[in-house]
């Protein structure tokens, strides 16, 4: 937790306000369609899906999440796999969906949320699209809040340890370097 630290204490916030975390050529805007809100980004339409239907693969596959995650081994992130996607990292959502739908949401965990969008802070760069209060750990669980009708959700509020030092941090170990070059691309416009 050394890209961030916590500042103030924790609040009570309209998931409304809230933001998926941005992150340049992973999160297109294409699949986003011009904006990283929570209660309309394709996290939310995965859980309303297993609210629908359950975990029903099939289903899963003609999602914008499963289109982003897939996007994501494009461009050389392995770990991506259909399999990895469809049981694995979709599991954890749909546990985490069916575990605040049974006992209701844990005041006790708050996410954790910055005020400004980290590649602002620490790059100096996001499309005009991308603002707002950025959800750093947390998005399964505010993502399964909204698709349940809840309204408001605990949030730590954490801010960058060190803006504007281009310090990859963890997403130098998670992002390849074909994709490196690109959001450097990006940056420089």
Known sequence: MDEIRPVGKVEIVPIAELNIQYIPVLTPEDIWHETMAVSTSPHVKLMQMFLYYGFDQKRMRLTDYFRERVRRRML????WTD??????HAEKRYEILKSIKRSGY????????????????RFGFAPAWVKGKEIW???????????????????????????GSG????????????????IEACASR
């Open 76 to 79: 050389g992130m392995k770990r």
């Open 83 to 88: 399999k990895y996607i469809l049981t694995h």
């Open 106 to 121: 844990d005041k006790s965990q708050p996410i954790l949320v910055l005020k400004e969008p980290f590649w602002l802070t």
């Open 137 to 163: 750990t947390g998005a399964g669980r505010s993502s399964a809040c909204c698709a349940l009708g809840i309204k408001e959700i605990p949030v730590q509020w954490v801010e960058d340890t060190r803006p």
């Open 167 to 182: 310090v990859r941090g963890r997403f130098g170990k998670k992002i390849p370097k074909q994709v490196w070059e690109e």
